[in-house]
Structure formats: C-alpha cells, structure tokens
C-alpha cells in the first residue's frame, strides 16, 4: 500500500499578474493514508407538476437550499478558441481565474467553479440546458416516471426504485447512472435504496454512431452540442426535480447520491458536477473522461503503456461533444482537466473508486489525478469531503471487499448523516511513480 509522505509539499511557483485580484462500516475504522500538505497561505404514489416557466435559470430551489446551479449570476468570460489557446504541459491550476486573479476567498470558488464548468461545457461535454418548462412525475414503490415538456414536445423515462430491507421512508438514495456497481446488498443493509437511472434511453451510446439520439434529442434536436454524458446529467437532474418537488414520502431528496462504474463511472462524475442537488457522488473505474487526466494518460501512453487517451476515446463512443476531437493531438491545450472536472463536486462529498488492475484506464492517471483534484477540497477546508481508493487484482466493477469501508465510510457521511464517520482516505496499491512535481507547478491557496 502505497503511503504518502505528510512533509510533501506541492511545489510553487510566484506568477505576477495585473488587476484586482473493514466492511462492517464501523465508525472511525477506515484505513486512511497521510495527505499532501501544502505550503500555507473548502411510500406513496405521488403525481405532481414540478414547475413552469423556468427558461430563464437552471436553478431550483430545494427544502434545504440546494440548487441545480446556484452560479447563475457569475459574469464568464467568452472561452478563447482552439487557436489562441495557450500550451499548458502541466495540470492548469485551478485557482486561477480566466482573468488571471489568484482566488484568496472561499466565497469565491463558486464563480471560478462556474467558470469551469463553462469551459467543460464548452470544449468537451456540450451545453446542459436549463431547466424545461414543466416537468411531472408519478412516484411509486417499483419506480419513478419522469415527463418533460419543452417547447411543445413531451418525453418521459421511468427509473427503477430498490427499496432497502432496513429504515425508514423517506429512504436516502443513490441513483445509479444505468445500474449501481457498489455493494447494493450492502446499500440496502444500511437503510439507502438504489435507483436506476435509464442513461442509455435519455441518450443512446451505442458506438459513434449513436450521437443526437435518445430522449434528450427529441427536445432539443439531434444537433444539440449535449454529448451523451450531459444528456444523462440532464435527465438526472429532472428525476432529481420529481423527487424535490413532489412531496413524495419515500425518498429524501435532500440526500441523494450518484455513482455508475467504467462508461457510466464518467457519466456519475458529469451529474454530480453539474447539479448541486447532489450529496455524494461515487465514480467507480471511471478511467479516461473520467478520474485520468487527459495529460497524465498521453505521458502514460508515451511511455509505452496501453493507455486509453483522448485521441482514441473521441473514435469510440459519443460521450464528448463533437468538437472536443479538435483536441485529438493536442490535450494540453485544453485550458482545464480532470482534476478540476472532479472539483467541480466541491465542497460536496466525492469517493473515487479506480482498479491498479486495469492500465487501459489510466492506473497512473487517474490516481494522480483524484490526488491533485483533492488539493481543492483542501483549499476549501473540507479535506475530509473528497478522498480516493485504488486497489486491484480484481475483475472490472466488481467491488472488492477491501474498497467496502470507504463506500461505508462516504455513504454513513453524506447519505446518513453521521459526521463523526472517517472519510479520510488515500490508497493505492500501485507502484508506479506519483509525479506530483511533473504536474503540478502552483501552489494551493488556504481560502479564507
């Protein structure tokens, strides 16, 4: 087990700019590894409308606060175009504003959070609309039906529903981007149902010929520049909608959580990004488009490893926009990558589940990548909220019992309310080299 040294120190260099600036789940039993430390300086039926006339902003209000999208008023910046983006070899710090204002404030990380999901959006995921203008749902034991109109056009999907053999409705819930690959028996055990979300129905990812369609497509047309992924994000938010505002009495929807293992480990990472309505958000095996850099996956590739990169991954499947091929030979021009696609979730919870097993999707990468992604939970104070387990040896999405006290761990905190539960947790069993030096040349802000 690889353990990190708790003297490191990211490295940092001084930019000047101008303008303003075990798997019984016990409590505390999780085995956890020392972080980097940075130089100082976040169950009945139900049948209702959800709401109307809401173009103007994606965001909807929930019992407890939570939005979809509380950034709307951030003023972004027009991106740049392919060719006046600069080289970037290292990971881009995502301190940084698109202006060039090092962030010094917790309050504001949501605007520069906003800024790259602006940025996500626009060079590899495609737009996720706003909310449509009306969205019913009907809740029962068995499922959830969603229907949406838009524009004059209706569709609607049904998620599956497992209740857990223990607690009491309303039930948290984690909704699983096409199936949930955890430990759903373990799920159940602790009082959590399961809800399936039907990915490939709301947008189809059959091969590369499956781009503008699905359900999302039929309202917004089969050009849209959502890729596959967004769409899901999309859909995963209107089911969130039925549950928020349908009054239903049988799942929490102030504690949900996502997750989805390999293809759909990328789509789990998309929702949870996107919708702050979201508690917890497991990826499980995610690899390239998901945990992996797109950087730190082509130096893997470069040095001999059969490594799945963004040049080959755009070939496959329709999980990017369709522009986001400009990139094939050019991944370090993007102005953003994983790590701070990941820090999108912040300061939510996130857990990311990766097998040292599986080289195609980016061992080294994905590691290192969740391990600089973590530095932004640590600039926010919430260093607990966000860790990363990687153990092999085992079959593809098949959850080892030795990665089950994390799950535990994550779903006791965000999903169970219990926060006297350790999510503290950095482990690989890999023996690779984690190049932090290579990779990252700023330093970690302490927000106040």
């Given at each position: 087990?690889?353990a ?9 260099i ?17 085995a ?23 173009n103007?902003s994606?965001?909807i209000?929930s ?8 950034t709307?008023?951030?003023n972004i910046?027009?991106?740049?175009s ?6 970037i070899?290292?990971?881009p ?27 996500a ?32 056009k ?7 529903i ?5 607690g009491?409705?309303?039930?948290p ?19 959590v149902a ?26 917004y ?32 929807a102030?504690r ?16 949870g ?8 958000t497991?990826?499980?095996?995610s ?10 996956s082509?130096?893997?590739m ?11 991954i755009?070939?496959e499947n329709?999980w990017f ?5 400009i990139?094939s ?21 996130l857990?990311?589940i ?5 080289e195609w999707?980016?061992?080294?990468s ?18 607990d ?16 019992a030795?990665?089950q ?19 503290r947790?950095?482990k ?7 190049e ?7 330093q ?5």
């Amino acid at each position: 087990m690889r353990a990190f040294n708790k003297n490191y120190v990211l490295p940092a260099i001084i930019i000047l700019v101008s303008g303003c600036g075990g798997s019984s789940g016990n409590k505390n039993t999780l085995a956890t590894t020392s972080s980097i430390t940075s130089i100082p300086s976040s169950i009945a039926s139900t049948s209702v409308t959800i709401s109307s006339v809401l173009n103007s902003s994606p965001a909807i209000s929930s019992i407890n606060g939570a939005v979809e999208n509380s950034t709307t008023h951030c003023n972004i910046p027009a991106p740049k175009s392919f060719a006046d983006l600069p080289q970037i070899a290292a990971l881009p710090d995502p301190f940084i504003s698109m202006s060039g204002t090092h962030l010094t404030q917790k309050q504001e990380w949501p605007c520069r959070r906003a800024e790259i999901a602006a940025q996500a959006q626009y060079y590899e995921l495609g737009t996720k609309p706003a909310a449509p203008q009306q969205v019913t749902g009907v809740i029962s034991n068995e499922k959830i039906t969603v229907t949406i109109h838009e524009n004059g056009k209706e569709i609607s999907f049904d998620a599956t529903i497992i209740l857990p053999s223990t607690g009491t409705a309303p039930y948290p819930a984690m909704i699983g981007i096409g199936n949930s690959f955890l430990n759903n028996q373990e799920l159940s055990q602790q009082g959590v149902a399961v809800i399936q979300f039907p990915n490939n129905i709301v947008g189809e990812q059959q091969n590369g010929q499956s781009r503008g369609k699905g359900k999302f497509y039929e309202i917004y047309g089969s050009d849209h520049t959502a890729s596959a992924m967004m769409a899901w994000s999309w859909g995963v938010s209107r089911l969130i909608d039925v549950l928020q505002k349908s009054h239903n009495t049988l799942i929490d929807a102030n504690r949900l959580g996502v997750t989805g293992c390999s293809r759909n480990g990328k789509g789990a990472l998309v929702a949870g990004a996107f919708d702050e309505r979201i508690a917890l958000t497991i990826m499980q095996e995610s690899g390239s488009g998901g945990a992996a850099s797109w950087r730190i996956s082509d130096a893997q590739m470069a040095a001999g490893q059969n490594v799945q990169t963004l040049r080959q991954i755009v070939t496959e499947n329709v999980w990017f926009t369709g522009q986001f091929k400009i990139f094939s030979e050019a991944a370090n021009k993007l102005p953003f990558d994983h790590h701070s696609v990941m820090g999108l979730i912040a300061p939510r919870g996130l857990l990311v589940i990766e097998n040292t097993s599986m080289e195609w999707l980016g061992n080294q990468s994905t590691y290192t990548t969740s391990i600089v992604a973590h530095e932004i939970w640590k600039a926010l104070g919430v260093s607990d909220k966000m860790g990363v387990s990687q153990v092999g040896g085992h079959n593809h999405c098949q959850l080892p019992a030795s990665q089950q006290p994390e799950v535990n761990a994550f779903v006791q905190k965000f999903l169970l309310n219990d926060s006297s539960v350790n999510t503290r947790v950095q482990k690989t069993d890999g023996t690779f080299p984690i190049e932090l030096s290579r990779w990252v040349n700023w330093q970690t802000p302490l927000l106040n």
